[in-house]
């Protein structure tokens, strides 16, 4: 193997180590106000449920590979740390999810220029299938996310109502 191919090797596999773990790293660094004041992005669209049906997302969703480990973060725990606190922090992780996956996939198409141009066409195949493989992940966040604000819900609602206890009265007696 030439040391130009290995040179390559290097390189590529250093720029896409960086383009995704790094995209994955920055987007926390963005205020969290930044991600309530920009809801309209994540707000579900109406066509978006009979997408996820006609693909049958609910049944690979769990099979992909997730990365919340890496950042101190587990879904897994969902069923064991049922909270408020927890719930507020799952739907911000799947908005740190959506946006890290977006900006690889548009920040992949650099390879392009981390390659010589005489190999600029297989370095838009790469970024091309980094779009296709992103996708994935962005359309489970956006799954994930309105189930969870309907049990943030129902939590806040079974909160409420254990901490609002009426007092008896003994009306007409």
């Not at 930044?34 to 309209?40: A, I, L």
């Not at 997730?66 to 973060?73: A, I, R």
């Not at 069923?79 to 908005?95: G, Q």
């Not at 996956?101 to 010589?116: K, Y």
Request: charged residues 20%.
């Amino acid at each position: 193997m030439s040391s130009f191919i290995v040179w390559m090797i290097v390189i590529n596999t250093l720029f896409w180590l960086v383009c995704c773990l790094g995209t994955a790293h920055v987007v926390r660094f963005l205020p969290k106000s930044w991600y309530e004041k920009n809801d309209w992005f994540f707000t579900e669209h109406s066509f978006e449920r009979k997408l996820y049906k006609k693909i049958h997302l609910d049944r690979w969703k769990d099979k992909l590979p997730e990365g919340g480990g890496l950042w101190k973060f587990q879904k897994k725990e969902l069923h064991e740390t049922l909270t408020l606190e927890y719930t507020d922090r799952f739907i911000l992780e799947t908005k740190y999810g959506e946006v890290g996956h977006w900006c690889m996939a548009v920040l992949g198409f650099a390879c392009i220029w981390v390659n010589p141009s005489s190999y600029a066409n297989v370095a838009l195949i790469c970024a091309i299938v980094n779009v296709i493989v992103q996708i994935p992940f962005c359309l489970i966040q956006r799954y994930n996310r309105p189930r969870l604000i309907r049990l943030k819900s129902r939590l806040a609602r079974k909160n409420t109502q254990s901490h609002t206890t009426k007092p008896q009265t003994d009306a007409g007696v």
